[in-house]
């Protein structure tokens, strides 16, 4: 590969038709990191040429989501309890519902657009990270808030520092549903007493959101914390976020979905994580996340994923040093962060195995493809052969929308590599010729590449041009485990 | 020598070299041996409660089960393991209690980690505990996995099946893929090449993919000559942290599940249950006391099932610690006075015919394993 592609396929998504292949890939790099980013797609694969804006209304806010899923529930509990209604009269009330109510599957559809018609691909490949290093999983309500999470928490907040991001996450409503931390009550909060006395309702503390957000989300077992520590930074979180299809705003009129904190449910008192005092009160959070954000456990464990994600699949100390450094001197911006991320990918000259889900959105690019429907066309029976979103992310091994671990996908190569992932590799890569119209032949792409021989006589030594398309997307080279 | 051919050199010179095993007893005919790993860590005390411990109903009172089946006077059976329970009562089931891998550090993915690894600690190993067994044993194994999973690898005859269901493709070609194998090193050439021998086995691919169509699957392919002597399927989410139900409920409902792929494997085996045992797997157990959301949080030892027409003799193997305050793991967990790994180890030694200090050594890799055979094969 070219040193252009060779990078852009490390740190980027590879580069589409109408890109402007840059001469200076560093200083391009570096500039992506403050493009706009903007939801972008297609309306209908019948147009597949006119990409645009998404329209505002699949645009909806967090307080426009906790409606529609608060309809979607109401409406699909009436229906479900109708005992008037015949199955297929059910069925197509619980799917007009679904079409109305379920951001889901559109979210799912313009998380794939974005990557595969972003102008800002650095970005989307830095957002992608985090957003699977704060992985969210459906559970409840959450189907309706990942792709919220994923926007507001992760991609808005690119460029601040890691500390705000890490505040963010933890307050979004997505993570506080995902990790049950909206079931959780100070066992001597105010509410707490109160059910004692009447003995009406049981209530307490759940650690689920405060031991990962020591384990995985900052310093990693390897700062041997106790289990005392995971239990203060769990009384810490209590009274942090509410279930979000309840009209909470309209009973408590207090706070907005992202900002939950009910003080009657907060544990009183000083409470002790890994050494630090953190306070009572709504900033103890605050206190507690910066005081993590800075902790050198953090930054090592993050500048470890962060080479592994996209540096070399044999991570160097070196490498994971460098960025400590800049971590620290930049005081965890994460900007700054990024740039170290991306100047030691382009020194290193070790390959770096791409994800399937990424693998998949370079693909689609360098041979310009109409894959994904358009927005327009996912609630229509079109008659094609094509997958939805959903299924397209489920069979590659990476459902970013499903019941998930909190650790998210690996970054280590060897997880991805079996007979099953590998066959899905080269399934896609013939469903992609077959039903995605590549406007480039093999022969176009390897020349605008600039591959290795090895790949070129890989693809040269095949006859028919399905074939050559083939073993060009399964090449060592193109699957990123060969250097280019 | 194209890179073909040199597989297939090493493969088979492999085979030469390490033919015959040290340890193999050859008294007893070989079995099979498949894994249902239990991700998110199954609540012991739910699965198998011990209803003849006076701290129980305390501990548990939103979550205790109103009508367990009774196995004996002190340990009930969840009301979801219905089939397991008939297995008991057939004398061809058996339950380890209190038991779990020496890990008492409560992370899911620690523990997921070290208990398909089995090495000396969490992390410490990139092959799996069934894989070097069935590497040592030359026996062939397969995951019900779209991955292949840590506990399997260690072997160069293990792969994974899941069929997949990409619209607009077909079954790969079988000299494309050859081609493509060719152009791969290592580990990717390994699994492009595995790719090529599913295709031409000729493989079937509409299997619903579903844990339950899977084992029954799975159970066939061990069922038939020269398939795979062990297997390994996944149940998730044990992890419940909030609302986890008694009788009803998630953590039940993921238990019925769990029953549900253990008949569907002795359906899949037709007579080769005969020769089969089937264990679970779980990182961890959950505290002994529910929590203030109707749940329960990480905790230290849980239960394992085992079932199987290798087992001849029904029974409860614990020593049991007891459920007061004093009595548990750092005052909240139910404590592990059985090391797990024996009990994996006894099923290798009885399946694979190795020798136990063998296991214990180049399996577990540890010199200090107990032998606890004869609990549970006698």
């Known amino acids: 590969m070219t040193e252009s592609f060779r990078v852009a396929q490390k740190i980027g998504l590879l580069f589409r038709p109408e890109d402007d292949i840059p001469r200076d890939i ?75 109510n379920n951001i889901r599957f559109l979210d799912e559809l313009r998380f794939a657009h974005r990557n595969v018609y972003a102008e800002d691909q650095v970005k989307q490949r830095f957002s992608l990270f985090w957003s699977n290093h704060f992985t969210v999983g459906i559970s409840g309500t959450t189907r309706g808030l990942i792709g919220h999470f994923m926007d507001a928490a992760i991609l808005d907040n690119l460029n601040g520092s890691f500390s705000n991001m890490l505040y963010k996450v933890t307050t979004h409503p997505a993570m506080l549903t995902y990790l049950d931390n909206i ?6 909060s105010e509410r707490a007493i109160q059910c004692r006395k009447n003995n009406k309702c049981k209530v307490g503390l759940n650690d689920n959101l405060g031991r990962e957000l020591l384990e995985l989300h900052t310093v990693s077992p390897a700062a041997n914390y106790t289990e005392s520590d995971i239990r203060a930074t769990a009384q810490v979180l209590a009274g942090w976020g509410t279930i979000v299809d ?61 080479c592994q994600h996209f540096v070399s699949d044999d991570v160097q100390s070196v490498d994971i040093e460098y960025i400590m450094k800049i971590w620290q001197q930049s005081g965890g911006d994460l900007r700054k962060i990024h740039q170290a991320v991306i100047e030691r990918a382009i020194a290193s000259k070790a390959p770096k195995f791409q994800w399937p889900a990424i693998w998949l959105f370079q693909v689609l690019r360098i041979s310009d493809s109409t894959y994904f429907l358009g927005w327009g066309d996912i609630h229509k029976d079109l008659n094609d052969r094509r997958m939805s979103a959903k299924k397209v992310f489920q069979e590659l091994g990476q459902p970013f929308w499903a019941k998930r671990q909190p650790n998210g996908y690996s970054s280590s190569k060897s997880y991805w590599i079996s007979g099953e992932f590998l066959e899905r590799r080269l399934r896609f890569s013939e469903a992609i010729y077959n039903t995605a119209h590549p406007q480039f032949t093999p022969k176009e792409m390897m020349d605008r590449i600039g591959v290795n021989s090895a790949t070129r006589n890989l693809v040269e030594g095949l006859s028919g041009r399905k074939r050559k398309f083939i073993a060009l997307m399964c090449s060592p080279e193109l699957m990123g485990v060969q250097g280019g | 020598m194209t890179r073909r051919e040199f597989l297939k050199l090493t493969g088979a010179s492999l085979f030469l070299s390490a033919a015959p095993v040290s340890g193999f007893t050859k008294d007893l005919p070989q079995g099979n041996i498949s894994v249902i790993l239990l991700q998110g860590g199954m609540d012991g005390l739910t699965a198998v409660p011990p209803i003849g411990d006076p701290a129980l109903a305390s501990l548990r009172q939103e979550i205790g089960l109103s009508n ?117 090193q290592a580990e990717e050439a390994k ?169 214990s050594q180049k399996v577990f890799l540890t010199s200090k394993l107990k032998r606890t055979y004869d609990y549970i094969f006698s």
Request: aromatic residues 8%.
């Open chain 1, 246 to 306: 309840k009209p909470q705003l309209e009973k408590f009129g207090l706070f907005n979905h992202w900002d939950a904190f009910v003080s009657n449910r907060a544990e009183p008192g000083t409470k002790l994580v890994l050494g630090k005092a953190i306070y009572a009160g709504k900033d103890g959070l605050h206190n507690l996340t910066e005081h993590l954000a800075s902790h050198e456990h953090t930054q090592r464990h993050l500048a470890r994923k962060l």
């Open chain 2, 68 to 184: 367990p089946i009774k196995v004996n006077p002190f340990f009930g059976l969840h009301p979801k393991l219905q089939h397991f329970s008939k297995l008991m009562a057939r004398g061809e089931a058996s339950i380890v209690h209190a038991t779990s891998f020496p890990y008492t550090k409560r992370s899911h993915f620690e523990g997921q980690n070290y208990m398909q690894g089995g090495g000396s600690s969490p992390f410490s190993t990139t092959t799996g505990w069934l894989g070097r067994a069935l590497d040592l044993a030359l026996l062939p194994g397969r995951a019900l996995s779209l991955e292949l999973p840590l506990i399997l690898r260690g072997s160069l005859n293990v792969d994974n099946f899941y069929p997949a269901r990409v619209n607009g493709s077909s079954k790969p070609e079988k000299w494309l893929i050859e081609q493509i194998t060719m152009a791969h």
């Open chain 1, 183 to 188: 079931y959780s009550v100070g066992e001597n």
């Open chain 2, 191 to 359: 699994a492009f090449q595995a790719v090529g021998d599913k295709v031409a086995d000729q493989a079937r691919s509409n299997i619903p993919r579903d844990p339950v169509s899977l084992a029954k699957y799975a159970g066939e392919q061990m069922s038939t000559k020269g398939g795979p002597v062990a297997s390994v399927i996944r149940v998730n989410q044990f992890d419940t942290h909030a609302l986890q139900g008694a009788d009803e409920g998630s953590h039940g409902d993921r238990l019925e599940l769990l029953d549900e792929v253990i008949k569907a494997y002795r359906e899949g085996l037709g007579d080769a249950w005969d020769q089969s045992i089937i264990l679970t797997l779980t990182e961890f157990g959950r505290t002994a006391s529910v929590n203030g959301t109707g749940g329960t949080d990480h905790g230290y030892a849980s239960v394992g099932l085992l079932a199987g027409g290798l087992i001849d003799n029904s029974r409860v193997i614990s020593e049991w610690p007891g459920l007061a305050d004093a009595d548990l793991y750092e005052e909240r967990d139910l404590y592990a006075t059985i090391d797990y790994r024996s009990v994996c180890a006894a099923c290798i030694e009885r399946v694979l015919g190795l020798d136990h200090d063998l296991i």
């Open chain 1, 26 to 100: 560093k200083d391009w790099a570096m500039g992506q990191l403050s493009t706009e980013s903007k939801s972008i797609g297609i309306k209908s694969i019948s147009n597949s040429h006119q990409i645009e804006h998404w329209p505002e209304d699949y645009l909806p806010s967090l307080s426009e989501r906790a409606e529609m899923l608060r309809q979607l529930r109401l409406y699909e509990d009436r229906i479900q309890k109708d005992k008037t209604l015949s199955k297929i009269e059910m069925d197509r009330l619980l799917w007009i519902n679904e079409k109305k």
